[in-house]
């Protein structure tokens, strides 16, 4: 009856919830902590050996990567030193799934995140901030699937954190080597970037032309060209 209860309690399968309590085969971390929080709310008796029992465990982290392009060398690099990374570092027990989508567009990419989160404890993505994505990362945060923002941050507030550099530091770092390389203070600057749709490219800019502002040199910025999008 114990079983069964628990099995509803987490919509898990009897076998699973066996194979946690009787230390069988393992599972995924996620879905053992789950387990051991709906113990504890049954007031399980065994609830605290289950709990060393999992503190123990060394189950793999299964992590999906979701980059762009194959055929950009900027994504094949860092898939390989993501790899790198994680092959240098097995104390931290990390199952990497890197994947490129190939097609940008905000339809395929959250397609993808639905497709991968169910056989993943986490996720990372780069992507173009949109309402698809962000409903997409809400319904894997629904199954306990913490989604981190790669390279160019999200507004999702399902979104679990971001990983990447500082954009407005970045543009406000170019603005600063272009007042220092110029041979004088005059001039005009074109001022080239990327989709605004990604908000890396946007922070970028927005770094860069305060800059201008702060510095009040007598640089005139034309408007922005954007490459895609």
């Not at 209860?5 to 230390?23: E, F, H, M, W």
């Not at 780069?126 to 699937?145: N, T």
């Not at 074109?190 to 800019?205: A, F, K, N, P, W």
Request: proline letters at 3%.
């Amino acid at each position: 009856m114990f079983l069964e209860g628990l099995q509803k309690s987490i919509a898990a399968s009897v076998a699973t919830v066996d194979r946690v309590l009787n230390r069988r085969a393992p599972v995924r971390q996620a879905t053992a902590q789950r387990i051991l929080k709906a113990a504890q709310e049954l007031q399980y008796y065994a609830s605290p050996l289950l709990r060393s029992y999992i503190q123990t465990l060394r189950i793999p982290v299964r992590c999906a990567i979701l980059l762009q392009r194959r055929t950009t060398a900027f994504y094949q690099t860092l898939a390989s030193a993501l790899r790198q990374k994680a092959h240098a570092r097995p104390e931290i027990g990390a199952d990497l799934i890197i994947e490129f989508v190939d097609a940008v567009n905000s339809t395929a990419v959250a397609d993808r995140i639905r497709n991968v989160s169910p056989q993943v404890d986490a996720l990372a993505v780069v992507a173009l901030d949109h309402p698809h994505i962000s409903q997409a990362i809400g319904e894997a945060a629904e199954r306990g699937v913490r989604t981190v923002a790669l390279v160019s941050d999200l507004s999702s507030e399902e979104k679990y954190d971001y990983v990447g550099i500082d954009k407005r530091s970045a543009g406000r770092t170019a603005a600063w080597f272009l007042t220092r390389l110029a041979r004088k203070n005059t001039g005009t600057i074109g001022v080239i970037t990327g989709s605004h749709r990604y908000l890396c490219q946007e922070s970028r800019e927005s770094g860069f032309r305060k800059t201008f502002e702060i510095l009040a040199l007598e640089f005139g910025l034309l408007n922005t060209i954007l490459r895609s999008g």
